[in-house]
Nanobody, 126 residues
């Protein structure tokens, strides 16, 4: 599967962005999806994850209440709605996918994912 992210950009603190990740292929509903981010000089970390069925979702503590992950299996797309952005959210955001036998399991580790997008830059100015 090929993943293409879009929607990144420069925004002021308190602003919003919506990241999209479009997946190729006809079996998108077989894949659990995740969003990771990597800030300069830091390790890539999980931000959000969603099971292939869409019913179970995960958000890391620092983004709860501000970010939302969702997916549209008919459109082969996963989204990350980002509200109330902070300067510390500045990073390159990556979409990731892996096949999953379990409809309501999400994955949080980098090495659990098979496919990655090229990343999209999000910059939040103070």
């Amino acid at each position: 599967v090929q993943l293409v992210e879009s929607g990144g950009g420069l925004v002021q603190a308190g602003g919003s962005l919506r990241l999209s990740c479009a997946a190729s292929g006809r079996t998108f509903s077989s894949y659990a999806m995740g969003w990771f981010r990597q800030a300069p000089g830091k390790e890539r970390e999980v931000v959000a994850a969603i099971a292939r069925g869409g019913g179970r979702r995960y958000l890391t503590d620092s983004v709860q209440g501000r970010l939302t992950i969702s997916r549209d299996n008919a459109e082969n797309t996963v989204y990350l709605q980002m509200n109330s952005l902070k300067p510390e959210d500045t990073a390159v955001y990556y979409c990731a996918a892996r096949e999953s036998l379990f409809s309501e399991r999400y994955y949080l580790k980098r090495n659990e994912y098979e496919y990655w997008g090229q990343g999209t830059q999000v910059t939040v100015s103070s």
